[in-house]
């Protein structure tokens, strides 16, 4: 069992920053890709940014350019840099953790942690 904690949430204005930070158990770290998924009340969860365990990056368009992700492995830990946020970026942010045993897709979520960007 993969157990993921988020961190980092919280109330920032209109091109403010904030780092969301994702802890995550077990020792098998480096082989899952890692992402944040966010949603919003009455939206189905949409995926912003990947990292495969080779370091392989892929972004939602909407956030391309604004928001970085990385990975330390020797910290088990993925993070999600925001930059450049406006209100549209306000939503529930989940860490995710995903990888293929033999046929099966096996994933794990965290939390979520609250992101609200407003003047």
């Known amino acids: 069992q993969v157990q993921l904690v988020e961190s980092g949430g919280g109330l920032v204005q209109p091109g403010g920053s904030l780092r969301l930070s994702c802890a995550a158990s077990?020792?098998?770290?480096?082989?899952?890709?890692m992402g944040w998924f966010r949603q919003t009340p009455g939206k189905q969860r949409e995926p912003v940014a990947g990292?495969?365990?080779?370091?392989?990056?892929n972004y939602a368009d909407s956030v391309k350019g604004r928001f970085t992700i990385s990975r330390d492995n020797a910290k088990n830990t993925v993070y999600l840099q925001m930059d450049s946020l406006n209100p549209e970026d306000t939503a529930i942010y989940y860490c995710?953790?995903?990888?293929?045993?033999?046929?099966?897709?096996?994933?794990?979520w965290g939390q979520g942690t609250q992101v609200t960007v407003s003047s």
């Open positions: 990292i495969s365990s080779d370091g392989t990056t």
């Open positions: 995710n953790a995903a990888r293929w045993a033999v046929s099966e897709l096996l994933q794990y």
């Open positions: 077990g020792s098998v770290f480096n082989l899952y890709t």
